[in-house]
């Protein structure tokens, strides 16, 4: 499990995993997820979400970065750009939605802004 608090600093509102709920300008938590998810902010692309349980991605896996080796983690995947975390018990993050969409992440236990490919061609 992990608790999201998303700070909205942009003109337009945000909606979470396809849901009537609007979220304007401000400060929202939403504690207590699991499982994938994803943020809609003002037809900018989804925040998405994904939560990788146990599964740890081998690149980015080193035993000097001891939060690497956290049992759980996941990765956030926005517009091209993706962050990897990990965690124990229960994780955090904080996304901020700037004034023109562009997004700030950061996690309690630890993270980093990695490179997944989009698509891969046998």
Not at 70 to 79: E, K
């Amino acid at each position: 499990m992990f608790n999201v608090t998303v700070i909205n600093n942009s003109p337009f509102s945000f909606f979470v995993d396809g849901g009537n709920q609007v979220f304007g300008p401000g400060t929202h938590s939403f504690p207590n997820w699991g499982g994938n998810h994803y943020i809609s902010p003002g037809s900018m692309g989804n925040i998405t979400i994904i939560d990788l349980g146990d599964k740890k991605l081998a690149p980015y896996t080193n035993p000097k970065l001891p939060w690497t080796q956290q049992t759980w983690g996941g990765v956030i995947r926005y517009r091209g750009d993706d962050a990897y975390f990990r965690y124990e018990g229960t994780g955090n993050i904080k996304i901020t939605i700037d004034n023109v969409g562009s997004i700030n992440v950061q996690f309690g236990n630890g993270g980093m802004k990695v490179l997944l490919e989009e698509m891969t061609v046998d």
